[in-house]
């Protein structure tokens, strides 16, 4: 079955400096790969997703991931986070022996963005 | 445009008492949806997703329920609830094949005491 693994559970990180928040996936066939954000007792929103083309995809706040099938990995990135980006985020995939009908997510990592 | 509501929004509730989370969704049809739970400290675990009226598929064995008596209502319930029901209960929907990923509620705090 499909998997997401996300390593790092928190990562701290100063105001301003850059961030990386890693994923890697199971499946190596077609699939489509998101990341979601999620700020206390509220849902989760979608930040950006990977379904083709471009390997390289950005949100509208900064934030870019790089779909690596290779190394089955697409990896978040922000070259400088602000407080605000403190919250918890999520990868996410479908697709490959799962089918496109599931998300699969990983367990989340949570940010926290200290002045 | 497409919205999700979701409610109660927060929910206390003694063990061994009934429970029933609603679910509804605008300006879309024939969606998938989805009920996920997020205990504290742990990532999303899909607990029953639908891809039709009555078509129930349950993930994972519990003490939980799952409904669909419309095309855009999914119900979430249990005759009696246990401590380990306490959660993040997040309704989600999608259109199966447009690779939008899912689009989610706000979610409802439930503790059950």
């Known amino acids: 079955a499909q998997s997401v693994t996300q390593l790092d559970s928190q990562v701290p990180v100063f105001e301003e400096a850059p961030v990386e928040l890693r994923c890697n996936y199971s499946s190596s066939v077609s699939v489509y790969l998101f990341w979601y954000v999620q700020y206390p007792n509220q849902g989760l929103q979608l930040l950006l997703k990977y379904l083709s083309g471009s390997t390289l995809v950005e949100s509208i706040n900064g934030f870019e991931a790089e779909f690596n099938k290779s190394q089955t990995s697409f990896h978040l990135r922000k070259p400088s986070v602000h407080i605000s980006d403190t919250a918890e985020y999520f990868c996410?995939?479908?697709?490959?022996?799962?089918?496109?009908?599931?998300?699969?997510f990983g367990t989340g990592t949570r940010l926290l963005v200290s002045p | 445009s497409q919205t999700i509501h979701q409610w109660p929004a927060t929910l206390v509730q003694p063990v061994g008492s009934p429970l029933s989370l609603e679910c509804t969704v605008e300006?879309?049809?024939?969606?998938?949806l989805y009920w996920y739970r997020q205990a504290a400290g742990r990532g999303l675990q899909l607990l029953f997703y639908?891809?039709?009226?009555g078509q129930i598929s349950s993930e994972v064995p519990q003490n939980l329920s799952a409904s669909r008596p419309q095309d855009r209502q999914f119900i979430l319930s249990s005759k009696k609830l246990l401590l380990s029901d306490s959660g993040f209960y997040l309704c989600?929907?999608?259109?199966w094949g447009q690779g939008d990923g899912y689009t989610f509620g706000s979610g409802t705090r439930l503790t059950v005491v």
């Open positions: 639908s891809v039709g009226i």
């Open positions: 300006g879309t049809s024939n969606p998938n």
């Open positions: 989600a929907w999608s259109v």
């Open positions: 996410a995939v479908t697709g490959g022996n799962t089918g496109f009908q599931k998300l699969v």
